[in-house]
C-alpha cells in the first residue's frame, strides 16, 4: 500500500497561485500514475489533473493554461502549480496513486483545503 501526504494548501486571493506537493512512500516501484483530485463544498470529487511515469499529463477542462502537474520520478513526489486560481478553484485536493493505470487509483492523501478568496 502507497501512502500520500499532501501539504502546500492554504488561502489565496483570486489571481494568486499555490503550489502543492505529495509525496508517496511505501512503493519500491516508481507509480505509473499520480494524479489530483478535488472536491468543492457541496459537490462530488472530480479530477484534476495526472501524470503518467513516462511523462504524459493531462487535465481538466477548466484548469487548462492555469494549472501545471509535475513529478520527481525518483522520489515519487508529484506537484501541482496553480496559477490564476479562481474562486472556483476553492476545495480540498487530493493525490492519489494508479499503480498500474490512471482509471484507478487505488490509495489517496488525506487532502489539502486550497480556499480562494475575492
Known amino acids: 500500500q502507497v501512502q500520500l501526504v499532501e501539504s502546500g494548501g492554504g488561502s489565496v486571493q483570486a489571481g494568486g497561485s499555490l503550489r502543492l506537493s505529495c509525496a508517496a512512500s511505501g512503493s519500491p516501484y516508481s507509480i505509473y500514475c499520480m494524479s489530483w483530485f478535488r472536491q468543492a463544498p457541496g459537490k462530488e470529487r472530480e479530477w484534476v489533473a495526472s501524470?503518467?511515469?513516462?511523462?504524459?499529463?493531462d487535465y481538466t477542462d477548466s484548469v487548462k493554461g492555469r494549472f501545471a502537474i509535475s513529478r520527481d520520478r525518483g522520489k515519487n513526489t508529484v506537484f501541482l502549480e496553480m496559477n490564476r486560481l479562481l474562486l472556483e478553484d476553492t476545495g480540498i485536493y487530493y493525490c492519489?496513486?494508479?499503480?498500474?493505470?490512471?482509471?484507478?487509483?487505488?490509495?489517496w492523501g488525506q487532502g489539502t483545503q486550497v480556499t480562494v478568496s475575492s
Open positions: 492519489a496513486a494508479g499503480v498500474r493505470t490512471c482509471a484507478a487509483h487505488e490509495d
Open positions: 501524470h503518467k511515469v513516462h511523462g504524459r499529463t
